[in-house]
């Protein structure tokens, strides 16, 4: 555990002049307050003022009209001393992720984090633990002949030119990531010219989506000093691939896997209690891609045949379901059992993404859910008979039916609570009255936060 007296020797030691305290609001956008140095005593006891308007605030940047969170009142942004990172792209700078704490000193309920942080802690009790990694996609892009965004290559899929042409800020990136404790799981050039997917090893509990704000910030960051952008948006480009933000998850227990069976054989040894996480997770899928796929434009990706999981089947290795199972190391299969959640993307905010999901899985586990035989082979290929047996259903096809689904989830609901789950769906329904009549947004406002 890091003390306030080890964050100052720290501050010390790296000339640290500006310390960014940032924490995530509904919008899934990072926000926060900016402190000097010298003041970061009172910062780690007493946090800095925000108003609570903040969590009312949508992606588009503006207060839900609906929203219970006004003008009048504040909160505390109180940084947690173990996310202490200094930053090796801003000079003399330093970033630490928040809760959000009421003026009496105790977690906001309304606060994600926070939330998220109550919630893993419960799961502690009981010997839980979830070990979590978000597996990122997003373009590099550059500026086109008419100002427009645009790749900045044309490489094709996996393709070794890409890996070359990425070579420079890729390498940069991965330099800056380990500087600030994250190590590189796995990366290749994507699907889309200009797309790459790169992902930080797993971790447990709430560092997981900790790491992954750290990344989206490092990647851009990093992509700007070298001349280029970095999107985040789950459908960018219209005739091109969308990027999205799939979740991996396992659950240990006492130093076990629990998703693991060690007597099972072959490249999938998902458990009894693997496989009801599974079923919890498709049963409540409608209503948690509100959480993981939660702006307009998530649903331009969320549709079938984009590899991007339209339907709510699960299945060995297969890109096109919800939950895939992924196949072991057979040197390490005990490590290496867990599951893919794929409806995702990087708009989401990642501690409630985090949150649905387990409380989604472990919902299952709790009810001895069973999630049926593995579909291995598209989904969108079954006809109505056969969906219909399976128990295989359409996922939402647009934000205010994710939403409708979330708001009914009697689950996902309690482990919010209802001023976030509240406040989150006043938020996520006033993103969506302020789309077009088409139900898209001005691709202005994603680019400007993600």
């Not at 305290?21 to 307050?33: A, D, K, Q, T």
Request: contains cysteine; negative net charge.
């Amino acid at each position: 555990m890091t003390t306030a007296a080890d964050v100052r020797r720290r501050v010390d030691a790296a000339d640290v002049e500006l310390v960014r305290i940032v924490f995530v609001n509904n919008s899934g956008v990072p926000r926060g307050r900016v402190v000097d140095a010298e003041t970061l005593s009172g910062v780690l006891d007493e946090g800095v003022n925000v108003t609570h308007a903040m969590q009312s605030f949508n992606a588009l940047d503006r207060l839900a009209p609906a929203g219970r969170y006004g003008p009048a009142g504040e909160v505390r942004v109180v940084p947690d001393p173990d996310t202490f990172t200094v930053l090796p792209y801003a000079d003399r700078a330093a970033l630490m992720l928040a809760d959000l704490h009421t003026l009496d000193g105790e977690p906001w309920d309304a606060g994600p984090r926070a939330r998220l942080g109550a919630y893993l802690d419960g799961l502690a009790a009981d010997g839980y633990v979830p070990k979590t990694a978000f597996e990122s996609e997003f373009y590099y892009t550059s500026e086109g002949a008419e100002g427009e965004a645009v790749p900045f290559d044309d490489t094709a899929c996996f393709a070794a030119d890409g890996m070359q042409s990425a070579h420079d800020v890729v390498l940069a990136t991965v330099d800056a990531l380990k500087s600030q404790g994250m190590g590189l799981a796995t990366y290749y050039p994507e699907y889309g010219p200009g797309q790459q997917e790169l992902v930080v090893d797993h971790a447990t509990g709430i560092t997981a989506p900790d790491n992954h704000v750290r990344f989206t910030q490092t990647v851009r960051a990093v992509a700007a000093a070298h001349g280029l952008d970095a999107t985040f948006r789950p459908k960018p480009f219209s005739k091109l691939p969308g990027s999205g933000c799939h979740v991996h998850c396992s659950l240990w227990r006492d130093g076990e896997n629990v998703f693991h069976d060690p007597d099972a054989d072959g490249p999938y040894p998902l458990s009894e209690t693997g496989r009801a996480f599974v079923a919890g997770v498709l049963d409540h899928a409608p209503a948690l891609v509100a959480l993981t796929a939660p702006t307009v434009e998530s649903y331009d990706r969320l549709a079938p045949g984009m590899w991007a999981s339209a339907f709510t089947c699960w299945g060995h290795d297969n890109r096109e379901a919800a939950v895939r199972v992924p196949s072991v190391r057979r040197d390490d299969p005990a490590a290496t059992t867990r599951i893919e959640f794929k409806p995702a993307d990087n708009t989401h905010n990642p501690y409630l993404a985090q949150l649905g999901l387990v409380a989604a899985g472990l919902d299952g586990v709790e009810r001895g859910l069973d999630p049926g035989e593995p579909l291995n082979r598209d989904p969108s290929t079954l006809d109505e008979d056969e969906r219909l047996a399976r128990g295989v259903e359409r996922l939402p096809a647009a934000l205010d039916e994710a939403l409708d689904a979330l708001a009914a989830d009697d689950v996902l609901a309690e482990a919010m609570g209802e001023p976030l789950h509240g406040s989150y769906l006043e938020v996520k329904r006033s993103e969506w009255a302020q789309s077009t009549e088409d139900g898209e947004w001005e691709s202005g406002y994603l680019d400007r936060v993600f």
